[in-house]
């Protein structure tokens, strides 16, 4: 097959696994409407289950790939669902309305990537000078933040395995 782009091999990295508490943040969280800082915590307090997606920047493939995914399996339905990007609120709200997902998830805005350097899982974008964003990963967790399921992109592009996921909800 071939492909546009490179794959590329990812360094192993050291993070958060299953039976560690995920580190908090607070973060603009947007949904359909606006957005609002909001602590990871506060989410896995109000939820059984937390799924935490840390996807490339809105408007690439892979973010694209992955949100179309998770709305076509309802996921939502299941668990708290929110992704962590480094886009702005309003790129979010853009991808929001384009994968038609307003209203079952959240994203949160990272822009300088500071959740992805907390759970060692943040890179450099190739051919950017001075930007990164975190690593395609899958973090299940439960109300107390205890990571339940992990999954890290070994190489880039990478995508989780959904049913691996689905089998934890």
């Known amino acids: 097959m ?14 958060p ?12 969280l947007v949904n359909d409407e606006f957005w ?5 915590s506060s989410l896995c307090a109000d939820s059984d289950r937390v799924v935490l997606v840390f996807h490339a920047m809105d408007g690439a493939f ?6 179309n995914e998770i709305r076509d399996r309802a996921w939502h339905e299941q668990a708290t669902v929110v992704g962590v990007s480094i886009s702005t609120p309003y790129e979010h709200k853009q991808l929001l309305e384009e994968r038609e997902i307003e209203g079952d998830y959240r994203l949160f805005s990272d822009p300088a990537n500071g959740v992805a350097q907390q759970y ?14 975190p690593r395609p990963s899958v973090f299940v967790l439960d109300s107390d933040r205890t990571v339940e ?21």
């Open 2 to 15: 071939d492909l546009d782009f490179d794959v590329v091999d990812l360094d192993p990295v050291d993070h």
């Open 149 to 169: 399921y992990a999954w890290v992109a070994e190489e880039w592009p990478d995508f989780p395995d959904y049913d691996d996921v689905e089998a934890q909800l």
């Open 36 to 40: 609002e800082d909001e602590s990871l």
């Open 62 to 67: 892979p973010a694209t790939y992955i949100w």
């Open 17 to 28: 696994d299953e039976g560690d508490t995920a580190p908090d943040f607070t973060r603009p």
């Open 120 to 133: 060692g899982i943040d890179m450099d974008l190739d051919g950017m000078a001075g930007i990164e964003e």
